[in-house]
């Protein structure tokens, strides 16, 4: 089927940047959406941000202004930069990506989590 590898989490102050990526391999015919989730404890998984196939875009107003989602279309994989971090920011961060086969079906695919901690 189809993995997706997230890298780039960890342990930053206030303020400072991270890099996540998500890079999905497998039996791949084409990927529609690709996009970032995050979690806190005790709450909700939410959409961070969301990219298409052609490259518009779409921001949570939480990190508007502060996080950019690009992909990589060639190496199938999506990437968020993460500026001006902020303690609220501290989840754990999941992709996922929209894929469709040979036959026409689609499939949604999660990655396996980065933990994102904003310290003061």
């Known amino acids: 089927q189809v993995q997706l590898v997230e890298s780039g989490g960890g342990l930053v102050q206030a303020g400072g940047s991270l890099r996540l990526s998500c890079a999905a391999s497998g039996s791949i015919f084409s990927i529609n959406n690709m996009a970032w989730y995050r979690q806190a404890p005790g709450k909700q998984r939410e959409l961070v941000a969301d990219i298409t196939s052609d490259g518009r875009t779409n921001y949570a107003d939480s990190v508007k202004g502060r996080f950019t989602i690009s992909r990589d279309n060639a190496k199938n994989t999506v990437y968020l930069q993460m500026n001006s971090l902020k303690l609220e920011d501290t989840a754990v961060y999941y992709c996922?990506?929209?894929?469709?086969?040979?036959?026409?079906?689609?499939?949604?695919?999660w990655g396996q989590g980065t933990q994102v901690t904003v310290s003061s």
């Open positions: 996922n990506v929209l894929t469709r086969d040979a036959f026409g079906g689609t499939r949604n695919y």
